[in-house]
């Protein structure tokens, strides 16, 4: 028996008083069994209050990224049914793509500590404790040249968590990062296996910087957190369960109704109207950006009035956009 | 050492004598090692005439996939630089992925015979002696948006190798199918590993049926052969030299002058101007094939008039087209 049954007996009791009699039964192990499984989630910084006639409750959950916790109360159809939980671990994204193959859609890896994170071009990125590094399972049955729905749903259902359980309006910066006050909160990588017309398997890993001070990172380029834009820490297993119902939902309407995600990216996009100076591996070139099209390509309007498709290449945020931002925020769909 | 050795050094005297010595020094061998591996050549079919005061000249070599005869003449830069050869294999393809990453760009993988070989959808492929069961290993700098390109080059270096060796006008299948006499010759399944933006490399794999009674295949659908069609066996070694250059070839022609391939690709297409139902998981309707378009989707004019995107499914040609081939073969990129 592992500490999960016992957990989540006491998660299911939502507070109140569970017997150990019957958590054993249910189970099919001893009491003393149950014991022993309450003193190590004790150890785990469980509170958890014992009475002789009445059983055990938890009082208090460390913050903590088990997937009992995050089971608990998770309401999607698909998305987290299945979370593989790492303390430590490479990268989320690359336990995911060995395991992809012959898993559920909606498969979820959850780690406390990357120690080989990366971003997009094989860049490092660094995974402290305290943040969520997460990776998602996706089989959309979609070709690889409209993959950057993926990318575009994960994208809004991040701005749309952080907007509803903390108000963070985060702005989504082309083409898969997300900002508060234009500091990076949360990076999203989007790895596929494909044939040219059909997709085996999308991996969305995403990084969010939950309880962390940013100060202690030694990155380029500034970045925040959610503690840090709040005063104060945040329970991880909410923010993962709001996040995992999101991206549900957010892949699902990409994919029914893609104009009207379309809309919400472009509105929620801290990239659209701004000056930006884009930078490729062929070359670099300033301009305005106009639009997202249906293939997640940006469209960059440059000084001699030409507009530029750009699908792939890093986008930098040059001064804020003044009178253009109108024209980004409204474009739709090509 | 291996044979390799001894027989590239036969291959390389183009049929005029090399003194065992001579073979020996080249390869720090002794002379009584080049004699093994002469009779091992021998075994394998390879005739290797022998003279005491001249030394070794090949006369006949067999019909074989082996490197070093492919090596020897191979006029490419990149393409095939490194062919890996496997007797037997489950599928080239997997052999190729496995090894993707760290592989140089043109890498080839060679089998005599698949025991798993795959088409699209993970459809099996029967892959008997005889035919050529290839996988090319190519690290385009393009997003995957782009990566039928992959597959529009491939599939004009078929047709053109087809064409200038045996005379074999064969048609180009949308999206991945060559057939000669509308049977199928050739097949081309590429997949791919990426970022939403950016590939990591691409696999193609290329099943053509050479060497080999197509009677004698299981298979769904009319299929033929180059020995059934030219009445004769081919050299395969011939045959996958001239392929190499010309994938390397076309390749490079899609990256560099894109429209210019797409027009060849229309012309050579069997499926533009054609009557064709469209078979896909999520619908089926019949139209006519008017254009490719530079995402390699097919365009399809319904009979309502409407013209509709194609991106991924079967495609399945009906009647001979009449009057609206002209307007298919004279379609450019969009």
């Known amino acids: ?7 989540s007996s006491l998660l299911q009791g939502r507070g109140s008083w569970a017997s150990g009699e019957e958590i054993a039964a249910n189970l099919g192990v001893t009491r003393a069994a149950v014991w022993k499984q309450i003193r190590l989630l004790r150890a785990s910084g469980y509170e958890i209050e014992a009475s002789p006639g009445k059983g055990y409750r938890l009082v ?8 009992e916790a995050i089971y608990c109360g998770l309401g999607t159809e698909f998305v987290g049914k299945v979370i593989h939980y790492r303390p430590v671990v490479g990268s989320t994204n690359d336990v995911a793509r060995k395991m992809a193959r012959g898993a ?6 959850l780690a406390e500590v990357q120690t080989e994170g990366r ?9 402290p404790p305290g943040g969520v590094w997460m990776s ?3 089989k959309p049955d979609i070709p690889p040249a409209l993959a950057s729905r993926i990318n575009i749903a994960v994208g809004l259902a991040v701005a749309r968590t952080l907007s509803h359980l903390y108000g963070l309006e985060a702005g989504i910066k082309w083409p898969n990062d997300l900002t508060v006050r234009d500091k990076k909160i ?14 085996d398997y999308v991996v969305v890993g995403i990084g969010i910087n939950a309880n962390m001070d940013p100060d202690r990172l030694d990155v380029e380029g500034e970045i925040t957190s959610i503690s840090r834009e709040l005063g104060g820490e945040i329970s991880r297993t909410e923010l993962v369960q709001k996040l995992l119902w999101d991206i549900e939902k957010a892949y699902i309407e990409v994919n029914s109704s893609f104009p009207k995600a379309h809309a919400e990216w472009s509105a929620r996009s ?10 490729s591996q062929r070359n670099e070139f300033e301009g305005t950006a106009v639009e997202l099209d249906r293939y997640g390509a940006l469209r960059i309007r440059r000084d001699d009035g ?5 699908l792939a290449g890093d986008c930098v945020h040059l001064r804020p956009a003044e009178k253009e931002e109108e024209e980004g925020a409204s474009a739709t769909s090509g």
């Open 1 to 7: 028996m592992s500490r999960d049954g016992v957990l």
């Open 60 to 67: 208090v959950q460390p913050d903590s990224l088990r997937p």
């Open 104 to 109: 559920e859609e909606g498969t979820v890896i």
């Open 119 to 127: 971003g997009r071009m094989g860049r490092r990125w660094q995974s």
């Open 136 to 138: 998602v399972i996706l």
């Open 186 to 199: 949360c990076g999203i990588l989007t790895e596929m296996r494909a044939e040219i017309d059909r997709l």
């Open 270 to 279: 801290s990239t659209l109207g701004r000056r930006v100076r884009i930078v």
């Open 306 to 310: 030409e507009i530029v498709r750009v």
